[in-house]
């Protein structure tokens, strides 16, 4: 809407970042994404009583997590919220 790229362009970027973002967070990688913000990986596993107890069969499962930059968490922090009735 408010680009000089065609929305096909923008898609083929999109695009590549599915490709690479998942490679990366697998790796273990955080991705930045300048003012947008950060996806990062966790995983949930079974409680080990130290670290030489923990076998990688306690892990359960790979999150994505993403943190809002403080730019986009700026031009999101003043929404005004209403109710439609």
């Known amino acids: 809407r408010e680009s000089t790229v065609s ?3 923008a898609m083929a970027v999109l ?3 599915l490709q ?5 967070i697998t790796n273990g990688k955080i991705i930045k994404l300048g ?3 950060t996806f990062r990986s966790t995983i949930t596993s079974e409680t080990a009583i130290s670290k030489e107890a923990f076998h990688v069969s306690k892990i359960k499962g790979l999150n994505v997590r993403f ?3 403080k730019e986009f ?3 999101i922090s003043n929404i005004d919220f209403q109710i439609d009735s």
Do not use: C, N, V, Y
């Not at 690479?20 to 990366?24: A, F, G, K, L």
């Open 7 to 9: 929305s096909m362009d």
């Open 15 to 17: 695009e590549g970042l």
């Open 20 to 24: 690479i973002i998942p490679d990366e």
């Open 35 to 37: 003012d947008f913000g």
């Open 67 to 69: 943190r809002p930059a």
């Open 73 to 75: 968490t700026k031009q």
